[in-house]
């Protein structure tokens, strides 16, 4: 990624083809050792294409991808709602009764 940021700094600079050199010379200047195997793979992928246009294939293929979420939550069964709702509050209990006990504990996050 760092050898690509540094590529898309020049081309954004006005070097439409970063060389090598002009890559490295980029990331020495931020203290960050180029490695030269990704480096060539990473000109090679890109040589004689316009950016540009890799960006915008790149955005379709990253559209398709799915990204996380939990997606929507699935509807309780009217059948049985009414008896589970004492169950519930129980188990609401419970929550706020362990959460008061972790409050307790002696010492506060930003003391």
């Given at each position: ?24 010379g980029v990331l020495d200047s931020v203290g960050i050792e180029a490695d030269d195997e990704r480096l060539e793979k990473l000109l090679s992928e890109v040589e004689g294409k316009d ?61």
């Amino acid at each position: 990624m760092k050898h690509l940021a540094a590529y898309l700094l020049l081309n954004l600079g006005g070097n439409a083809s970063p060389s090598a050199k002009d890559i490295k010379g980029v990331l020495d200047s931020v203290g960050i050792e180029a490695d030269d195997e990704r480096l060539e793979k990473l000109l090679s992928e890109v040589e004689g294409k316009d950016i540009q246009e890799l960006i915008t294939e790149g955005t379709t293929k990253l559209a398709s991808v799915p990204s996380g979420g939990g997606g929507a939550a699935a509807a309780a069964p009217s059948g049985g709602a009414a008896a589970d709702a004492p169950a519930a509050k129980e188990e609401e209990k419970k929550e706020e009764k362990e959460e008061s006990e972790d409050e307790d504990m002696g010492f506060g996050l930003f003391d």
